[in-house]
């Protein structure tokens, strides 16, 4: 692996079921965070990590939780999806904190019906 | 309340320079990022901002007024391969990126 990548590609999901997108960094960063991005809206952070073993929240984090097990590894999870939550999600990473370049997964287009 | 503004569309012709530009109100700042984003494709780094003034990288510029609260990207020498949304985010006091909608550019031969 070089980079981030994330999993899956894309979903259809039925509402009210549980799902986890999956986002694994191999550039031994120490903050990683989950976006979504709707049309004509600008990125909206969910949640985020500054280092293993903590996490935050962001701007629109109901719904949604993280883990942080580990340096590389930083899941999404649905609990109980909506439709709203229809969205392109993208995990990013940044070597140490916001000030910094933050790098990009490919996002993972999610759909609930 | 937390705004960045940048204009939705904009479109230019291929060898043309063209400047995109962003206004931002955020509670405290710490620096001024530009992204540029292929459809489908995700966000990839072009440039930070914290002091006021111009910076340069290749054909791509962009400035940046705190006092101001102002900033822009200038793309020079276009190419067909600029076509992409470019995406304007500011670094609030809590560290925390605020994202405008982005700028869609259409490049014409």
């Known amino acids: 692996i070089a980079g981030i990548t994330q999993a899956p590609t894309s979903q259809i999901l039925a509402a009210g079921r549980r799902m986890t997108l999956r986002c694994t960094q191999d550039?031994?960063?120490?903050?990683m965070y989950w976006y979504r991005q709707d049309l004509g809206l600008g990125l909206r952070l969910i949640h985020y990590s500054n280092t293993a073993g903590t996490t935050g929240k962001g701007e629109v984090p109901d719904g949604y939780s993280v883990s942080r097990a580990n340096t590389d590894d930083f899941p999404l999870t649905l609990a109980s999806a909506v439709p709203s939550q229809t969205s392109v999600y993208f995990c990013?990473?940044?070597?140490?904190?916001?000030?910094?370049?933050?790098?990009f997964g490919p996002g993972t287009r999610l759909t609930v019906l | 309340g937390q705004n960045i503004d940048q204009p939705t569309e904009m479109t230019a012709t291929e060898g043309a320079i063209v400047q995109i530009n962003c206004t931002y109100q955020?509670?405290?700042?710490?620096?001024l990022f530009w992204y540029q984003q292929h459809a489908g494709e995700a966000p990839t780094f072009l440039s930070y901002?914290?002091l006021d003034g111009l910076e340069e990288k290749g054909r791509f510029s962009s400035f940046l007024s705190r006092s101001k609260g102002y900033s822009y990207l200038l793309l020079k020498e276009l190419q067909m391969k600029d076509s992409a949304s470019y995406l304007c985010?500011?670094?609030?006091?809590?560290?925390?990126?605020?994202w405008g909608a982005g700028t869609k550019l259409i490049i014409k031969p």
């Open positions: 550039m031994r960063h120490n903050a």
């Open positions: 985010a500011g670094l609030d006091s809590n560290y925390q990126l605020i």
């Open positions: 990013a990473s940044s070597e140490r904190d916001s000030t910094d370049t933050q790098y």
């Open positions: 901002n914290v």
């Open positions: 955020t509670s405290g700042f710490n620096g």
